[in-house]
């Protein structure tokens, strides 16, 4: 039949392809596990990534009545609202899902074709019964059927029922083309319906895995050939690995779980076959009952075979209490006994070449029963029998038996993990120098038999030796015969022989008188006799014993399992850090993993190969960061007692230092202290740091980066933990002054514990030999960044979470807390506290002084405030925040764009008739006070509307320009050289673009260019954009919004009143919710959104309504402006700062207010 794996072999390349993609489909489901939506899990909406989506999840319940669910979610107001931000959120989210459901029924389909294919004799020479007589072939075979029931056993764990019902049905609703593209979808839907159980909560159904099993079945008569195939043979030829009777479950443990998976297959046997349920526990499971399912995934066969009554009945021969507690005496003894032979093989100095080759048998012998033993113990101690767990994991010694701690398994592990490393590097370098240093040997024991021919023909000078034809030609016979040796594996046996022949010959020629009296030739004989003995050494270094090792070693099993010795190790690494080198030899041991998956997909030469490699090497590499973070976690712990020394026992040494003074200085207990704890963070990082790099699968672990990477995840735990433990306010306080006293209590107190986390960092570097204050900033700037990010999912419609943040990373994960009100993260409430304190309708903002101020004159939020900011969570900080107030400038700006189109629409014809009878607005209208008093009470019910949005888009402009100028201050003063760059940069960039526009012949940067994009981002990074200049949205047209303004300017400038102290537009009474210059800057802000000939007409406007005022009140001459109407005065002082905050010009103002009359108002108020 020919090698089943050739290339040209139609049955072997199909069946192999199946099989290496069933690896690659379970790699993508172990991958997507992790990244389940939350809003798919939850049940109720809950918070996170679940909040607002829950009534958009529908079970297969949807497909009874779909219209009548459409019809609910489009009769919604708030559904409606949310529905494109789930599906440009989760479209491609869900189509990875679907493709995965769809791609088990594609294995299943192709694997029953090729299953009908080989019994209808499509394969020529091939049937199931010869297909299951070649290795290669019942191997693939096996693992077939074995990878398809574990895609459902694995998708049922990680995957629950109405998980998959929610996802397919949403991809089902959101994917454009998924109503008529997807093909499969009733057999998706038969295959990822709801079993109504998850496993692991609650008692299981019966018949719960053979309804699953069922749901889209496998031939039965290839099912029971594979298990019968699996009860009589030895599939994977291990008994060279494992020769021990004893050690038969271990060695069988591989097709002890393709059989308990392909069992479901065949649930009549689990259920009433008494026999062969015997037959598979005496021979599988004689001495266990905790098996790994697949990579790792560990199965309780007394669990999982309860409700199957011959199951049970075999099980029960093996599982009582004496039965037990013989196996854990037996382990016991096993684990003791391995932890002598490993003591004495991990001696310094002993694993030398020789020993390892003249002791090879003995050696393996330890790896496999070091291997035996571990195995059993860390798996049974998962046992759910609570009986039996306390025979196993017993350590009160109450019932005398011998008591197995976590920490001698651990030390069994990690000196047996020691050992194979040791023994592997040493035959991996003598198979390296095999060829070479047999030539050399075979040259020199020839060149000797050689040297010898010619020392008995007696021509050789200074010999006195007679000549011996006989001894002459015997050892130039001899040098021919050793230069015959041949190093071929396929003559290995033969050239054995050769050579024990050849010393037994050098051994029986010393008999001869003239050899035995001469001791130069005895010497020679002996140091060739020693060559000849190392070429015997050299033949028996095979591949072979590397492959024992391998198998034997395979550790795979207990990828879920040892999650639970972390905590162990973490212990020996505290008591020794100088431990950590041991651990290297875990972690390769722990690569095994990647044998399982990989194989078949590197033999298949599947694209597959890198992306399933990376995923498994990455689960590698972080579960080496998991063990290994034990390291950072203790340096902190030291660091924080190094800060409290520095700041708080030992005296800043002065420039000068009197002689008197020298003792008061000196501090030698404090300092002793802080030596002591330096040198304990050294020890710490010297242990990890003697580690040598190690490839795990694909990625290279740099001991060096994973200290660095464990350093910037226990910082970033650190102060992220702060940041939302101390950045926490009351909501319940409305009086701003309290609310800016415990405001600054918190920002004084996080600014302390910063600083401290910034000196420890900055004070270890130079010990741990990293950039400790890069270090700190850069992950300062992640932290604010992310928590940006997230907290600005509120405004965008296509949300951002953990797995597309390119702030979170799994390495240094960023922790996400309990949202807290109406905010996420410290962020939002920085925010929603700053708000708080500068509430327009309690403080008055005061352009003079740069701050907000209750009417008594008390500072509320200035630029000390906006300092303990940056100090409390930096310039990255600060500029999160005034990417938080943008957001909710144009969610408020969007707001009454929305408002304006819906509620002030119906008023389109009177703001139409009040325009055309305004117009032209160089003239005054007819009866000017009765047309506004007429007009404003018309409009009455939308003033409060644009009051409100007004005061909040002025509030937050306002909050922008001190943070712009904060960041811009510190811009100057730690990066001047920079900032000046940048500004001349952006001017240079400003000109070339307005040049273009006169002159569109010259360049300008195109739309795919990111330079503009990029620039702008360094803009408002250094505090060089103003806010008050920016466009924060396109928006068509808005007809009669410049009238709307003038009457809102109409209504509102009578409770207004100038107050020379504040030097603004401040409230005339307490009960208004108003002021001056949130509402100027606010309507200023909205008008910028706008053609500029918007802020002209408003302008002419106002103007206008003070001309006609004025003329219609006092005439036209006599006029006094201290008998000027209040409504004048502040509609002149109103257009005034409108003017200034537009950047307008005051030519552009006098065309439409007098200029004397804005001059002498503006100089009465001052």
């Not at 789930?86 to 995965?100: C, E, H, I, P, S």
């Not at 403080?843 to 303990?868: D, F, H, K, N, R």
């Not at 408002?1020 to 808005?1038: H, I, N, Q």
Request: aromatic fraction near 8%; glycine fraction near 4%.
């Amino acid at each position: 039949m020919g090698d089943l794996l050739a290339q040209d072999n139609l049955c072997g390349g199909t069946l192999l392809r199946i099989v290496s993609r069933g690896s690659s489909i379970i790699a993508e489901m172990l991958r997507l596990k992790d990244n389940v939506p939350e809003c798919f899990r939850e049940e109720g909406g809950g918070e996170g990534e679940g909040k607002g989506f829950a009534g958009l999840m529908f079970d297969f319940t949807y497909w009874k009545s779909p219209e009548d669910h459409e019809t609910k979610v489009n009769e919604s107001d708030a559904l409606s609202s949310v529905e494109d931000a789930f599906q440009q959120t989760f479209t491609q989210t869900l189509d990875r899902f679907y493709t995965l459901f769809s791609s088990i029924v594609k294995y299943h389909e192709d694997l029953t074709k090729f299953l009908q294919d080989l019994d209808e004799g499509y394969f020529i020479q091939y049937t199931l019964d010869n297909l299951l007589q070649d290795t290669t072939g019942k191997q693939l075979l096996c693992e077939s059927l074995y990878l398809y029931g574990s895609m459902l056993l694995l998708m049922e764990r990680h995957l629950h029922g109405r998980v998959r019902e929610k996802i397919i049905v949403a991809h089902y609703r959101y994917t454009p083309s998924a109503s008529g593209a997807l093909d499969d979808i009733d057999k998706v839907c038969k295959l990822c319906r709801s079993t109504n159980y998850i496993p692991g909560q609650g008692e299981k159904p019966r018949k719960y895995e053979e309804k699953l099993f069922k749901r889209l079945p496998l031939p039965k008569y290839t099912v029971k050939a594979v298990i019968g195939r699996l009860l009589s043979d030895d599939v994977y030829l291990r008994a060279k690995a494992f020769p021990d009777p004893e050690h038969r479950s271990t060695r069988l443990q591989n097709q002890a779980s393709q059989l308990y998976v392909i069992l479901y297959f065949a649930p009549d046997m689990l259920k009433s076959d008494d026999r062969g349920m015997r037959e598979v526990v005496d021979r599988y499971f004689n001495d266990n009952w905790i098996i790994s399912m697949y990579m790792g995934t560990v199965v309780d066969l007394s669990v999982e075979w309860a409700n199957y009554e011959s199951a049970v009945k075999a099980l029960n021969n093996t599982l009582t209490a004496k039965n037990v507690r013989i196996f854990h005496v037996e382990n016991a003894k096993l684990l003791s006994s391995c932890m002598s032979d490993l003591k004495n093989y991990l001696t310094d100095g002993l694993l030398t070449d020789q020993f390892v080759l003249d002791n090879t048998d003995d050696i393996l012998n330890c790896v496999r029963r070091c291997n035996v033993a571990i195995r059993w113990r860390i798996m049974h101690r998962k046992t759910n029998d609570k009986k039996l767990k306390e025979i196993i994991c017993d350590t009160s010694n109450k019932s005398n038996n011998p008591v197995v701690l976590d920490t001698h398994v651990v030390t069994v592990l990690l000196n047996a993990s020691q050992l194979e490393m040791k023994v592997k590097e040493i035959f991996r370098r003598l198979l390296e120098a095999k060829t070479e240093k047999w030539d050399t040997c075979k040259e020199q024991a020839r060149g000797r038999m050689q040297e010898l021919s010619e020392y008995f023909t007696g021509e050789k000078a200074l010999t006195r030796v007679e000549r011996d034809e006989g001894l002459m030609t015997w050892f130039s016979g001899m040098a021919n015969e050793i230069n015959s040796l041949s190093i071929e594996d396929s003559q290995a046996t033969v050239t054995g022989r050769k050579i024990q022949h050849c010393v037994q010959a050098l051994e029986d020629v010393e008999q001869f008188d003239v050899i035995d009296t001469n001791l130069s030739i005895k010497a020679f004989l002996k140091d060739t006799r020693d060559l000849l003995y190392q070429m015997v050494r050299a033949v028996n270094i095979k591949t072979s014993v590397l492959n024992v090792i391998e198998i034997c070693a395979d550790f795979s099993y207990a990828w879920e399992v040892m999650l639970d010795y972390v905590p162990v190790l973490h212990d020996r690494v505290k008591a020794d850090p100088s431990t950590v080198v041991l651990l290297r030899a875990l972690f390769l041991k722990l690569a095994s993993i990647l044998d399982i998956p990989i194989i078949r997909i590197m033999q298949c030469e599947s694209p597959d190969a890198l992306s399933v490699a990376e995923y498994y090497s990455n689960e590698l590499v972080a579960f080496v960061r998991k063990v290994m973070e034990i390291i950072p976690i203790s340096v902190f712990k030291i660091l924080t007692n190094i800060v409290v020394i520095k700041e708080r026992h030992l005296k800043p040494l002065p420039v000068r230092l009197e002689v008197d003074l020298t003792k008061d200085y000196a501090q030698g207990n404090e300092r002793y202290e802080l030596a002591k704890l330096t040198h304990q963070v050294s020890i710490f990082t010297e242990g990890i740091l003697a580690m040598e790099k190690t490839l795990l699968g694909v990625i290279q672990v740099d001991p060096r980066a994973i200290l660095e990477d464990g350093l910037r995840s226990e910082l970033v735990r650190q102060m992220a933990t702060a940041m939302d433990s101390v950045l926490r306010w009351p909501t319940d306080v409305t009086n701003p002054a309290a609310s800016q006293a415990a405001v600054v209590k918190s920002l004084t107190a996080l600014g302390n514990r910063v600083n401290g986390y910034r000196l420890a960092i900055e004070y270890i570097q130079d010990y741990c030999d990293l950039a400790g204050l890069k270090m700190w900033q850069a992950e300062l700037a992640r932290i604010t960044s992310y928590n940006t990010e997230q907290e600005s999912n509120r405004y965008l419609q296509k949300k951002i979470y953990d797995g597309q943040s390119r702030f979170q990373s799994r390495a240094i994960p960023i922790p996400r807390f309990s949202p807290i009100d109406s905010a996420n993260n410290f962020m939002g409430r920085t925010v929603t506290a700053l708000l708080r304190m500068t509430d327009a309708s309690t403080t008055i903002y005061s352009p003079e002084c740069g701050g907000w101020y209750l009417a008594s004159g008390q500072e509320v939020c200035g630029i000390s405030t906006i300092s303990m900011l940056r100090k409390s969570i930096g310039i990255p900080g600060l500029t999160g925040l005034y990417k938080l107030l943008s957001f909710r400038i144009v969610n408020e700006l969007q707001t009454f764009q929305k408002f304006f189109t819906t509620t002030v629409r119906p008023y389109a014809i009177l703001l139409e008739q009040v325009r055309d009878t305004l117009y032209p607005t160089f003239q005054n209208p007819l009866e000017p006070a009765r047309l506004y008093t007429a007009a404003t009470k018309k409009t009455e019910k939308l003033m409060l509307p644009i009051l409100t949005c007004l005061r909040r888009v002025g509030q937050c402009q306002l909050l922008l320009k001190m943070i712009s100028a904060e960041i811009h201050f510190r811009s100057k003063l730690d990066a001047n050289l920079m900032h000046s760059a940048l500004a001349n940069l952006s001017d240079s960039l400003v000109n070339d673009v307005r040049a273009h526009y006169r002159d569109p012949s010259k360049p300008i940067p195109k739309e795919a260019n990111p330079l503009l994009p990029s620039v702008t981002t360094l803009l408002t990074a250094s505090g060089l954009e103003d806010p008050l200049s920016k466009v924060y949205m396109t928006t068509d047209p808005l007809e009669g919004l410049p009238v709307l303004f003038l009457l809102f300017t109409c209504s509102y400038v009578s409770k207004f009143q100038y107050d020379l102290n504040f030097g603004t537009l401040v409230r005339s009474k307490a009960s208004y919710p108003l002021d001056g210059w949130p509402v100027v800057v606010g309507m200023s802000t909205l008008l910028k959104q706008f053609h500029p000939s918007y802020s002209s007409e408003v302008l002419a406007y106002i103007g206008q309504f003070v001309r006609s005022t004025v003329q219609g009140m006092l005439g036209l001459d006599g006029v006094k402006v201290a008998s000027l109407p209040k409504e004048v005065v502040n509609a002149v002082v109103f257009a005034n700062l409108l003017s200034e905050v537009g950047k307008i010009g005051k030519a552009k103002l006098f065309e439409y207010v007098p200029q004397y009359l804005v001059e002498t108002v503006c100089k009465v108020g001052q």
